[in-house]
């Protein structure tokens, strides 16, 4: 039946290597279920419900991409749009926790509809490289920014806006600790040092009496304070425009970028270089995103993590199918979820940040119509609090820039479109 569902032999793989592959994703990525609850928790959603719902969403979501695209590859809710979820459009944008779940969704059936139509290819192609990494490593930024506020690490000033904390209390030096361990387990190719560091942290919290052991097992909390609670007629606001696009793009590049990196890894491409399956692969990923939603969750996507369980000889189907396995036996951990700290989390954030940042080293430098937009938009997105708004003046910037220096080869339809509709949206919306 696995042969027959996988193709385990034309793979050149067998079960025992596809089980092994499928742990070490989980382990590269188990510390979402503790990561994600913690930051949705702060719109005023309920932490366990959001636990549930991070576990189901990934496991729906990994189950679909094994079964019906036949990749290994594992998806959660997503790193930085979880936070542009909870601190910008909740926090900063005011809107209800209930209607940013509404956005999630319409962007996910956005990207179904352009899986299924197959736009996805012109959009992905037209948009320049400069302005992807700029994002990627502005939502590093986003992420670090939070990271070393929630460990106090950072805080704000009247006088400078942002300034130091005290770094001699227990929270931020058990911070410090657990990034560094995180950094030196990864440098030495130690599965699982996310989940290592935040494990590690919280025990040494425990240890000083900072942080109360409740229970190692337990039925999983109750979903109903999120479930099916999205607003779809909220998100329909004018005003969510940007917001819904933010979630697109995002979970677009990532979707795309992931699938491709790890399709490199394990061989997958055909002879031209193409990932056979790109279709149902994007759109496994868009109907998680609309699961997770309807659960409780931000956007889901496609984790590049699941590279390490490529490296460790997974192929197929069989691995996202363990993966997903995995997340689901984590319904019953909810009482260890529950009492990691803020300042335990804030480490694997400051560490997926250094990843992120790290596609920066290939933007070219002596250019500087592809270098300063690049830049606009990684600094932006921190220093207003926003993806949606690096996105918005790293495409303004660019456009503007291009066509200033005489440059109009490298500008397409589609980045004049974008640039104008964030121009108009600044002009009319943000002023309303």
Request: with cysteine; hydrophobic share 60%.
């Amino acid at each position: 039946m696995l042969e027959r569902l996988f193709q385990l032999q034309a793979h050149g793989t067998t079960i025992r290597k596809e089980v092994i592959a499928g742990f070490t994703t989980f382990l590269t990525m188990a510390y979402i279920i503790v990561v994600n609850p913690s930051i949705l928790s702060a719109t005023g959603m309920d932490f366990g419900a959001v636990f549930v719902a991070t576990c189901l969403a990934a496991a729906i979501g990994t189950l679909i991409m094994g079964f019906w695209a036949n990749y290994p590859i594992a998806l959660a809710p997503g790193m930085g749009l979880n936070a542009f979820f909870s601190f910008t459009v909740v926090g900063s944008m005011g809107y209800s926790w209930q209607v940013a779940l509404g956005a999630v969704f319409i962007s996910g059936f956005i990207f179904f509809l352009l899986s299924l139509f197959k736009v996805r290819e012109w959009i992905i192609n037209s948009i320049p490289l400069s302005l992807r990494f700029g994002i990627s490593a502005g939502i590093g930024f986003f992420l670090a920014l939070i990271a070393l506020k929630n460990a106090g690490v950072v805080i704000d000033n009247p006088a400078t806006l942002v300034g130091l904390g005290d770094v001699k209390v227990a929270e931020s030096l058990l911070f410090f600790g657990g990034f560094v361990l995180i950094c030196a387990l990864s440098f030495r190719q130690i599965t699982g040092a996310v989940m290592i560091g935040i494990i590690a942290v919280t025990v040494a919290a425990m240890a000083l009496g900072m942080v109360e052991y409740d229970g190692f097992v337990s039925a999983p909390p109750s979903l109903a304070p999120t479930f099916m609670q999205l607003d779809l007629a909220g998100a329909l606001n004018i005003g969510m425009i940007s917001v819904i696009f933010a979630f697109l793009f995002v979970d677009l590049f990532d979707t795309s970028g992931t699938l491709i990196g790890a399709a490199q890894r394990g061989g997958l491409l055909d002879k031209d270089g193409k990932l056979p399956r790109l279709g149902r692969a994007l759109m496994s990923d868009s109907v998680a995103t609309m699961s997770g939603a309807a659960l409780g969750t931000s956007t889901t996507t496609s984790y590049i993590e699941s590279t390490a369980g490529i490296t460790a000889g997974g192929r197929t189907g069989l691995t996202a199918v363990v993966v997903a396995a995995l997340f689901l036996a984590c319904l019953l951990l909810s009482p260890i979820a529950s009492i990691i700290p803020a300042y335990a989390t804030a480490p694997a954030l400051l560490y997926v940040a250094v990843l992120m940042a790290s596609g920066l080293k290939l933007i070219d430098w002596d250019d500087v119509t592809e270098a300063a937009p690049a830049v606009v938009t990684a600094l932006m997105m921190p220093l207003t609090f926003s993806i949606a708004n690096g996105i918005a003046l790293g495409f303004i910037t660019y456009a503007i820039l291009k066509a200033l220096s005489g440059r109009w080869s490298d500008l397409n339809a589609s980045v004049v479109i974008i640039a104008i509709v964030f121009i108009l949206k600044f002009i009319f919306l943000d002023a309303a």
